[in-house]
């Protein structure tokens, strides 16, 4: 391969949120794990989603190039002119077709599933960032992935609601986050979606809300409700997650950045998916 290709794969994945983006995908393939799929279907489930979150970030990166370019964004490969937009269209593009043709082999119901998660991400990307229901996206995205997992399976079927309200929440402290470091740059280029709204230090604040009440979900939520019940080891990441929940609200008092916090919310998020394949929670509805 020669250096110039090369290149243009490392900005590629630089261009790809890659931290999230492997993140994403780890917990795709946890979550698969714990619903006891076989190794091939958790092999193609990890693989579907990596493919389908590189094409989001890459898209993210391409729909944003002026955006990154009027405020002088040095870590992005398009806007420092490392990448060529029309380059990114096209791996995004195919990453999109990737994901989809990948997850068909498991059934209708995942590869419906999938495409309305994507469909809700582009989405994100597409405009919907900069409306007060720029959250939207991140709910339908992350309620829906539990579901991936359960679909994958011989006998699919859409994950219990807890899980999906977990996934939703947890969506959305993702979302009010993520975009903290960006809040002023995103102000420059016109960019005010409902954490630019909020502010700040109230979104960090509904941010650990949100991680909280997802912890809650996962602890009861397998066993409808019976607290007695739940065993001593999802406690102990209940106890976890609250930590991380009471560090963000600390470091946002702070005034830490917040893409500190946003580590923060992707850790209580796997956190709560390895206390799933842990305690044995059943995450069918």
Same mark, same amino acid.
């Given at each position: 391969?020669?250096?110039?290709?090369?290149?243009?794969?490392?900005?590629?994945?630089? /261009?790809?949120?890659?931290?999230?983006?492997?993140?994403? %995908?780890?917990?795709?393939?946890?979550? $698969?794990? $714990?619903?006891?799929?076989? @190794?091939? !279907?958790?092999?193609?489930? =990890?693989?579907?989603?990596?493919?389908?979150?590189? +094409?989001?970030?890459?898209?993210? #990166? =391409?729909?944003?190039?002026?955006?990154?370019?009027?405020?002088?964004?040095?870590?992005?490969?398009? =806007?420092?002119?490392?990448?060529?937009?029309?380059?990114?269209?096209?791996?995004?593009?195919?990453?999109?077709?990737?994901?989809?043709?990948?997850?068909?082999?498991?059934?209708?119901?995942?590869?419906?599933?999938?495409?309305?998660?994507?469909?809700?991400?582009?989405?994100?990307?597409?405009?919907?960032?900069? %409306?007060?229901?720029?959250?939207? @996206?991140?709910?339908?995205?992350?309620?829906?992935?539990? +579901?991936?997992?359960?679909?994958?399976?011989?006998?699919?079927?859409?994950?219990?609601?807890?899980?999906?309200?977990?996934?939703?929440?947890?969506?959305?402290?993702?979302?009010? %986050?993520?975009?903290? @470091?960006?809040?002023? #740059?995103?102000?420059?280029?016109?960019?005010?979606?409902?954490?630019?709204?909020?502010?700040?230090?109230? /979104?960090?604040?509904?941010?650990?809300?949100?991680?909280?009440?997802?912890?809650?979900?996962?602890?009861?939520?397998?066993?409808?409700?019976?607290?007695?019940?739940?065993?001593?080891?999802?406690?102990?990441?209940?106890?976890?997650?609250?930590?991380?929940?009471?560090?963000?609200?600390?470091?946002?008092?702070?005034?830490?950045? $917040?893409?500190?916090?946003? !580590?923060?919310?992707?850790?209580?998020?796997?956190?709560?998916?390895?206390?799933?394949? =842990?305690?044995?929670? /059943?995450?069918?509805?």
């Amino acid at each position: 391969m020669r250096a110039a290709q090369v290149k243009t794969l490392l900005s590629l994945w630089r /261009s790809a949120h890659p931290g999230p983006t492997a993140v994403v %995908t780890v917990l795709a393939a946890a979550l $698969g794990f $714990g619903v006891g799929l076989s @190794p091939w !279907r958790i092999a193609l489930l =990890a693989a579907a989603v990596f493919a389908g979150q590189l +094409s989001v970030g890459i898209s993210n #990166d =391409a729909i944003d190039a002026e955006r990154d370019r009027a405020v002088g964004r040095q870590d992005k490969p398009i =806007a420092c002119g490392e990448l060529r937009v029309r380059t990114a269209w096209i791996a995004a593009v195919s990453c999109l077709a990737a994901a989809l043709i990948l997850s068909a082999p498991m059934g209708p119901g995942l590869l419906g599933a999938h495409a309305v998660v994507l469909v809700s991400a582009w989405s994100y990307n597409a405009g919907l960032k900069s %409306t007060a229901l720029s959250v939207l @996206p991140y709910i339908i995205t992350f309620g829906l992935f539990p +579901s991936l997992a359960t679909l994958s399976a011989p006998q699919p079927q859409l994950a219990a609601p807890w899980a999906c309200f977990a996934g939703g929440i947890l969506g959305i402290a993702l979302h009010l %986050t993520n975009v903290l @470091p960006d809040l002023d #740059d995103d102000a420059r280029t016109g960019v005010r979606g409902l954490p630019h709204r909020l502010g700040g230090r109230v /979104s960090a604040a509904v941010a650990s809300v949100a991680v909280l009440l997802g912890a809650a979900a996962v602890t009861v939520g397998p066993l409808n409700g019976r607290v007695l019940e739940v065993p001593s080891v999802s406690w102990v990441f209940f106890a976890a997650v609250v930590g991380v929940a009471l560090a963000t609200l600390i470091l946002n008092r702070a005034g830490r950045s $917040g893409r500190a916090l946003f !580590r923060l919310v992707m850790l209580a998020a796997m956190l709560l998916t390895a206390q799933l394949v =842990a305690a044995g929670g /059943s995450l069918a509805g």
